[in-house]
Each structure stands twice: as structure tokens, then as C-alpha cells.
T-cell receptor
Framework: GDSVTQMEGPVTLSEEAFLTINCTYTATGYPSLFWYVQYPGEGLQLLLKATKADDKGSNKGFEATYRKETTSFHLEKGSVQVSDSAVYFCALSDRTTGGFKTIFGAGTRLFVKA | EAQVTQNPRYLITVTGKKLTVTCSQNMNHEYMSWYRQDPGLGLRQIYYSMNVEVTDKGDVPEGYKVSRKEKRNFPLILESPSPNQTSLYFC?????????????FGPGTRLTVT
């Protein structure tokens, strides 16, 4: 079945450092790929998405490219801020007979120090 | 404001006492879903609904019930809660029209079963 694997955390960085959070997936179909972010005490919110191979999703300085050949969707940001401290979830959504299904990775907690 | 609301936000109950967690969305979304979030496991889908009166099991449906009598509401029912259902629960909704499957999440309900 479909699955999502993302790097374990926590990841601790200093402000203005470069961020990479790795995410790989397995899927039988042609899924859409997402990064969701969860700030402390809140629900998940969409950070960025890509719906087909070679698409690049971007938002708030974060980027991720849908790489079908390596089945990856790594999240990157050139210069993190303290306010980026949160838990990041990689996810895929794919059509099913009954509609669609979403699979989430385990989440990666990011701490950014001032 | 477009949103998904859940109530209650926090609930402490005892084993066997039936409870309902409500979920409502104001975006006219066809799709709604319930997830539970446990440390190290990410989000796991409990039940989902593609539209009114159409529901289906997710990955961890045991011990839960749902109903979808109105498009905006999707309550989660625990008929006889047990301690292993202590978790953080999220409701989510999505429009199926775009085929991109991005989801909008509620703020979460933290349930403790003693």
C-alpha cells in the first residue's frame, strides 16, 4: 500500500540556517503531495503542495519539488526563523475507488534557536 | 471566515461512557474525515465521508462510529471509550472538485479516557 517516510526529528537549527526535511513516498497511482505544518496547540495547515511530477510547491520561503524518479518531496528553506518552529508533516493523497485517501508521515519537529 | 470547528477542545472521560465529538465546516466541502494523532505515528485516518450519507472506514476505525446527515457536520462517536482511545483528534474537510485533495483541519480535540 501507499506510504510516506520522513526524517525523524527533532531537528534543531540556529536562526538563518538552511533547512532540509527529507520525505520519500511509495504509491501505486499518481498522488498529489503535500507539506502540512502544525504550530503548537493548533491543527494542521497546508504549507505547500504539488500535484504532478516536476511541480514545485512554494510558500513562505519553503519549497519542495515532486520528484517521481526518486519518489521524493523534500522540504527546503534557505533561512529559517524562530517562528518556523513547528511540526512538519509530509503527506500524499491519491484516488481510491470510493474517493481519495491521504497518508501522512510521522512528522518532524523543528526547533529554531535565536 | 472559512473554518472547521470541533467541540469540545478538551475532554476527560471514563471508560465506557459514550461521547460525541462534533465537527462542522462552513466551506460547503463534500469530503470530511477524522484522524487521530499519536506520538511517532503521525495522523491515522479513522473514518471519512465523500458526501451526505456516504461514509467509509479509514485505517483505524475500531471503536468509532460516524454519521453524515448534513453536508456541514460530521460527528465522531465513541460508544464505549477505552484508554487506548486517549489521543488528539482532528477533523478535516476538502473540496473534491479540484482533484487536488488539500485538506482544511480543525483545531483538534484532546481526549483522555481513564
Amino acid at each position: 500500500g501507499d506510504s510516506v517516510t520522513q526524517m525523524e526529528g527533532p531537528v534543531t537549527l540556529s536562526e538563518e540556517a538552511f533547512l532540509t526535511i527529507n520525505c520519500t513516498y511509495t504509491a501505486t497511482g499518481y498522488p498529489s503531495l503535500f507539506w502540512y505544518v502544525q504550530y503548537p496547540g493548533e491543527g494542521l495547515q497546508l504549507l505547500l503542495k504539488a500535484t504532478k511530477a516536476d511541480d514545485k510547491g512554494s510558500n513562505k520561503g519553503f519549497e519542495a519539488t515532486y520528484r517521481k524518479e526518486t519518489t521524493s518531496f523534500h522540504l527546503e528553506k534557505g533561512s529559517v526563523q524562530v517562528s518556523d518552529s513547528a511540526v512538519y508533516f509530509c503527506a500524499l493523497s491519491d484516488r481510491t475507488t470510493g474517493g481519495f485517501k491521504t497518508i501522512f508521515g510521522a512528522g518532524t519537529r523543528l526547533f529554531v534557536k535565536a | 471566515e472559512a473554518q472547521v470547528t470541533q467541540n469540545p477542545r478538551y475532554l476527560i472521560t471514563v471508560t465506557g461512557k459514550k461521547l460525541t465529538v462534533t465537527c462542522s465546516q462552513n466551506m460547503n466541502h463534500e469530503y470530511m474525515s477524522w484522524y487521530r494523532q499519536d506520538p511517532g505515528l503521525g495522523l491515522r485516518q479513522i473514518y471519512y465521508s465523500m458526501n451526505v450519507e456516504v461514509t467509509d472506514k479509514g485505517d483505524v476505525p475500531e471503536g468509532y462510529k460516524v454519521s453524515r446527515k448534513e453536508k456541514r457536520n460530521f460527528p465522531l462517536i465513541l460508544e464505549s471509550p477505552s484508554p487506548n482511545q486517549t489521543s488528539l483528534y482532528f477533523c478535516a474537510s476538502s473540496s473534491t472538485g479540484t482533484g487536488e485533495y488539500e485538506q482544511y483541519f480543525g483545531p483538534g480535540t484532546r481526549l483522555t479516557v481513564t
